[in-house]
């Protein structure tokens, strides 16, 4: 069984990855022996963030560290799930693959692609596995039209768009989203969840193109389009909606049907034909996203998913973004 640490006990790892280790744990998979954060009173909170709210108390099994290197000198760990902010990514990767152990990352990567480059070079270098934590690649509602997409079920794609709507994410330590500089803002937070899946799923566009606005804490605001040989796809990030729920989902028109994800459900609406949803599994996307990770582990099996270099190139993807929002949405050559 992999001996797992987290280091940072806030919102994310408390709604989302901490019950994936309850249920890894069931499986025989993983166990979660450490948790480690700078603020204490973290241990006891429960957090919420726009996707759910902490529903598991931490067990008193779980040893609680405010140093890392301490817990690492004290614990014996073969994993680190890393949810500290993202501007502390490529430091902590760094540092935690050189001592020895395997690091599953919380997206973005990084704030820029040099140190997404360091990181992926301590991977190589220490022998260790590094993944990045871009759940989306493990939600069976993005893996259904990945799939359309590669057996061109629907023929070819004609165009789609993707839209990622939130509140505000003033829940973090500091309040560290909603500063520009160690967040770079919704462009990279949210909007790379959709940037990273159109990659993964179309392959790196020809050029992009993009423009954004400030509210709160810079590129509050994204709306960027990803330019194909045949075709274009508009992804919108948005992180003001104060008041509103969160809203994730997708339409994409093909030669034969278009496809829709709203409301939690895809639905395929063929072209002359009769819509039919199809019957996916609904199995929370960390509990996936972490299970991926720890087989690899187990098995020695390559990450063919979800492969360092990949989430890197979404960075880079954001970075010609933010490049084209700065010359009035002019397009960027990737």
């Not at 499986?27 to 948790?35: F, W």
């Not at 204490?40 to 931490?58: C, M, Q, V, W």
């Not at 050189?98 to 190589?124: F, H, I, Q, W, Y």
Request: charged share 25%; hydrophobic share 40%; net charge negative.
């Amino acid at each position: 069984m992999i001996k797992v640490a987290i280091v940072g006990f806030g919102g994310i790892a408390q709604a989302a990855h901490m019950p994936g280790y309850v249920e890894l744990e069931k499986e025989g998979k993983a166990k979660l022996v450490a948790v480690c954060d700078v603020d204490p009173t973290r241990f006891d909170a429960k957090l919420e963030i726009n996707l759910a709210s902490a529903t598991d108390t931490l067990p008193d099994t779980v040893k609680r560290y405010t140093d890392w290197q301490e817990m690492l000198d004290n614990e014996e760990i073969d994993m680190v799930d890393l949810c500290v902010p993202t501007f502390l990514h490529a430091d902590l990767t760094v540092a935690l693959l050189e001592r020895g152990v395997n690091v599953l990352c919380e997206k973005p990567m990084s704030l820029s692609s040099t140190d997404c480059r360091r990181m992926c070079e301590a991977a190589k270098n220490s022998g260790k596995q590094l993944m990045i934590g871009q759940c989306i690649r493990f939600c069976d509602h993005y893996t259904y039209l990945k799939e359309a997409v590669a057996d061109g079920r629907f023929g070819k794609v004609k165009g789609g768009i993707f839209r990622r709507l939130s509140t505000p994410p003033v829940w973090g330590w500091e309040n560290w989203f909603m500063d520009y500089d160690r967040s770079h803002g919704c462009v990279l937070d949210l909007h790379i969840h959709d940037v990273d899946f159109a990659q993964y799923a179309f392959g790196l566009p020809m050029t992009v193109s993009c423009t954004t606005a400030d509210i709160t804490s810079g590129r509050d605001i994204a709306h960027s389009t990803l330019h194909y040989n045949d075709f274009a796809l508009t992804v919108i990030g948005d992180w003001s909606q104060e008041g509103l729920p969160f809203t994730a989902e997708y339409r994409i028109a093909f030669e034969k049907a278009t496809v829709d994800y709203s409301n939690d459900k895809v639905t395929v609406y063929p072209r002359g034909g009769e819509a039919f949803s199809p019957e996916l599994d609904n199995t929370s996307f960390y509990v996936k996203e972490i299970r991926y990770f720890v087989d690899s582990l187990e098995t020695g099996a390559e990450n063919t998913k979800n492969k360092p270099e990949s989430a890197a190139a979404s960075v880079g993807l954001i970075e010609a973004l933010c490049t084209s929002a700065d010359n009035d949405g002019q397009p960027v050559t990737i």
